[in-house]
């Protein structure tokens, strides 16, 4: 290692122990948590994260609580949140911690990879922070980081992730962690505040001409998108709206867009539909939403097991 890398690596811990975020997942360092709230961080802003975190802690303690909970109850801790399937994903991920791992999160890159829902970035940030190996989590906080003051230019994300990792002061992952991403979340921006960076004496890159930072494809505008009638029609479930026309009536989409998210939705296991219909109901298309009826006036999840219809497949790929 560079005199100039050791000197970019002894700053910026010494900047991150003073300037570090107090941000609810890393007053400790349970793996559980930690798998809970990079879950919840994956395309998703830190000051959102922080309204659902402690909440869905509250309810679901252990991944033996997860495991146990019916995919509504999860669900409804996550409406809001953004990107449901996630949830659905968790909960699968508990189910295999509870079968096969005693409800422990595994501290095994290979193990952690096979889990439902985690991968390369999740399992190394568990890692890191849970078991402080000497990994990096690379986010696009971190990526900015490193690609400026460390590489200089741009660097696919396997070269990069080798890079990353040959960085990290051994024994002191979680504090490096938290480092890069507070510095690319606070300094070292999409455009860079070079002037006031503890790092801008060594830096390979000064703020101007040609960024080596590369940033992701934007996505698509939330407003009109697939996700947000997605969301839409999730967010109707939880509150109780079963049947499927008033669901369509919620998004006002005509019948074959809507048609199309709906049964987008019924394949990854968010609702079944009822198989037989109970004597007097009259209509086929009553929804549930993960297998379970809501209220037909709509504010309330009924969790009555009579109701519950179990032909919930969780079929949501990584
Ligand atoms: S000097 Fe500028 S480009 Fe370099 S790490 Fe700091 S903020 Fe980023």
Redesign the pocket.
């Known amino acids: 290692m560079t005199d100039r890398t050791l000197r970019l690596q002894e700053i910026l811990l010494e900047w991150g122990t003073t300037h570090r975020r107090q941000l609810p997942w890393r007053e400790n360092r349970h793996p559980y948590h930690i798998l809970v709230a990079e879950t919840m961080l994956t395309q998703t802003q830190v000051g959102r994260v922080t309204r659902y975190y402690q909440d869905f802690l509250s309810r679901f303690p252990t991944p033996f609580v997860l495991a146990e909970s019916s995919a509504p109850e999860v669900l409804e801790s996550w409406v809001g949140l953004g990107y449901n399937r996630r949830a659905l994903r968790l909960r699968q991920c508990a189910q295999v911690l509870v079968e096969e791992h005693d409800g422990l999160v595994p501290d095994v890159q290979e193990t952690l990879r096979s889990l439902p829902g985690v991968g390369a970035y999740t399992a190394n940030a568990i890692l890191a922070q849970a078991f402080n190996k000497d990994v990096s989590a690379v986010d696009t906080n971190a990526r900015?980081?490193l690609v400026?003051?460390f590489v200089g230019q741009p660097m696919t994300q396997v070269a990069l992730q080798i890079r990353a990792d040959s960085l990290v002061p051994h024994g002191r992952s979680w504090e490096w962690t938290q480092a890069i991403f507070d510095?690319g979340a606070l300094?070292?921006r999409v455009k860079?505040?070079?002037d006031r960076?503890p790092?801008?004496a060594d830096?390979?890159?000064?703020?101007h001409g040609l960024d080596p930072y590369i940033p992701p494809r934007r996505q698509s505008t939330f407003a009109g998108s697939r996700r947000q009638y997605r969301g839409q029609i999730v967010r109707a479930l939880a509150q109780g709206v079963q049947d499927k026309e008033e669901l369509r009536r919620h998004t006002g989409l005509d019948a074959d867009s809507f048609n199309s998210i709906y049964q987008e939705l019924k394949n990854e296991g968010f609702f079944g539909t009822t198989e037989t219909a109970p004597p007097g109901a009259s209509n086929p298309s009553t929804s549930t939403l993960g297998g379970c009826t809501g209220t037909s006036h709509g504010t309330q999840h009924h969790m009555d097991s009579a109701a519950i219809n179990y032909t919930e497949v969780y079929s949501v790929e990584d």
């Not at 830096?203 to 703020?207: A, K, S």
């Open positions: 900015r980081v400026r003051a510095l300094i070292c860079p505040s070079c960076c790092l801008a830096c390979l890159f000064d703020g």
